[in-house]
């Protein structure tokens, strides 16, 4: 089995967003910052990113993989860069200013603009977001598992 996820790269949504088949892990997946495991070595990698802000220089490759498995959705990324900046410690605070890796997880395709969005800066920040018409509340929030 193995999940479709689109991929919303830009903050416009394009004629067709590029998609990513993300599959089941086969062995567990180690939370450690390394991307040593067995399970990684098999996730495909994706790193066809497009920036709408982009007009010149120097692209520095970012690879993701992602797995998932009956719990947990896993998302790994391999940035280079050769002039990493960081200042933003709020929590929620504005981290894409930052030198950052953001997912924009949009459950249902048919309603692509409703999405819960993951930030994190290169010095650890996160930023949590929902938008969809469903939600009341704040546009932060703390989702369960996520620190």
């Known amino acids: 089995m193995r999940i479709h996820i689109l991929l919303l790269i830009a903050t416009r949504l394009m004629a067709q967003p590029p998609a990513q088949d993300v599959y089941r892990?086969?062995?567990?997946v180690v939370i450690d910052g390394k991307l040593d495991d067995l399970a990684w070595h098999q996730a495909p990698v994706f790193s066809d990113f497009h920036f709408n802000d982009w007009k010149e220089g120097e692209k520095e490759k970012t690879d993701a993989r992602m797995l998932w498995?009956?719990?947990?959705?896993?998302?790994?990324y391999y940035c280079r860069d050769?002039?990493?900046?960081?200042?933003?410690t709020e929590r929620h605070g504005p981290v894409s200013k930052?030198?950052?890796v953001e997912i924009f997880l949009s459950p249902n395709p048919q309603k692509a603009r409703n999405y819960y969005t993951f930030e994190i800066n290169a010095i650890g920040t996160m930023l949590n977001r929902c938008r969809t018409d469903w939600w009341r509340?704040?546009?932060?929030?703390?989702p369960e598992g996520v620190t």
Do not use: M
Request: charged share 30%; proline share 7%.
């Open 25 to 28: 892990t086969p062995s567990r």
């Open 69 to 76: 498995d009956d719990k947990n959705l896993y998302v790994a």
């Open 82 to 88: 050769k002039h990493i900046s960081a200042y933003v």
């Open 98 to 100: 930052d030198d950052c």
């Open 137 to 142: 509340g704040p546009a932060t929030w703390e």
